[in-house]
């Protein structure tokens, strides 16, 4: 069936790896803890699903337009119930300074929505691509592509975050990256 054949919340479903993968990007490591990206991705479908004859846009690009508003929503409200509900003072301060650098990293992100209609259909285009090879590698090669390359942690703080030695490191981002080449060309 063609795809514009198709009822519009099929078409939703299609944007889950990169909902992930735009969710695990904004949570500091310190949160993804205490919130799951995928929760927060469901809540954005289920909410999409929910108000999807609101949407007026025409376009793929505008679709995931919508999508990561709804989920920049989710994030926010998440954050900050998450501000209200804590108690121990001393041991959430360092969760304190990763919701600041979550929040400072969605309003960046939130703010690149502002480029040109075709500068962003091609940054859709390529994220929807690396967001599905991404989520085809196994989880440890996946984990340190990400925060190496996409959220800029160095090889020694990966290897702190994930508990890793740094050649350990290096090697997954090494094998994740040869992989990732492969599924990309695939794509192409």
Same mark, same amino acid.
């Given at each position: 069936?063609?795809?514009?054949?198709?009822?519009?919340?099929?078409?939703?479903?299609?944007?889950?790896?990169?909902?992930?993968?735009?969710?695990?990007?904004?949570?500091?490591?310190?949160?993804?803890?205490?919130?799951?990206?995928?929760?927060?991705?469901?809540?954005?479908?289920?909410?999409?699903?929910?108000?999807?004859?609101?949407?007026?846009?025409?376009?793929?690009?505008?679709?995931?337009?919508?999508?990561?508003?709804?989920?920049?929503?989710?994030?926010?409200?998440?954050?900050?119930?998450?501000?209200?509900?804590?108690?121990?003072?001393?041991?959430?301060?360092?969760?304190?300074?990763?919701? &600041?650098?979550?929040?400072? @990293?969605?309003?960046?992100?939130?703010?690149?929505?502002?480029?040109?209609?075709?500068?962003?259909?091609?940054?859709?285009?390529?994220?929807?691509?690396?967001?599905?090879?991404?989520?085809?590698?196994?989880?440890?090669? @996946?984990?340190?592509?990400?925060?190496?390359?996409?959220?800029?942690?160095?090889?020694?703080?990966?290897? &702190?975050?994930?508990?890793?030695?740094?050649?350990?490191?290096?090697?997954?981002? @090494?094998?994740?990256?040869?992989?990732?080449?492969?599924?990309?060309?695939?794509?192409?």
């Amino acid at each position: 069936m063609p795809e514009q054949a198709q009822p519009r919340g099929w078409q939703l479903e299609r944007y889950r790896s990169y909902l992930h993968l735009l969710a695990r990007l904004q949570l500091d490591s310190r949160l993804q803890s205490k919130l799951s990206s995928s929760d927060l991705v469901q809540q954005t479908l289920l909410k999409a699903h929910q108000s999807l004859e609101q949407f007026r846009g025409q376009s793929e690009e505008e679709l995931a337009g919508w999508l990561r508003t709804i989920l920049a929503h989710t994030v926010a409200n998440e954050l900050c119930r998450f501000r209200q509900a804590k108690r121990d003072v001393a041991l959430e301060r360092s969760l304190e300074e990763a919701l &600041e650098e979550s929040s400072s @990293r969605l309003q960046a992100w939130l703010a690149a929505d502002q480029s040109t209609p075709s500068e962003q259909a091609i940054r859709h285009e390529q994220l929807m691509q690396l967001a599905e090879a991404l989520a085809q590698l196994p989880e440890d090669q @996946r984990e340190a592509v990400e925060l190496h390359h996409l959220k800029g942690c160095s090889v020694t703080e990966v290897a &702190e975050q994930t508990s890793r030695s740094r050649a350990s490191v290096a090697g997954l981002i @090494r094998r994740g990256l040869q992989k990732l080449r492969e599924l990309l060309r695939h794509h192409e």
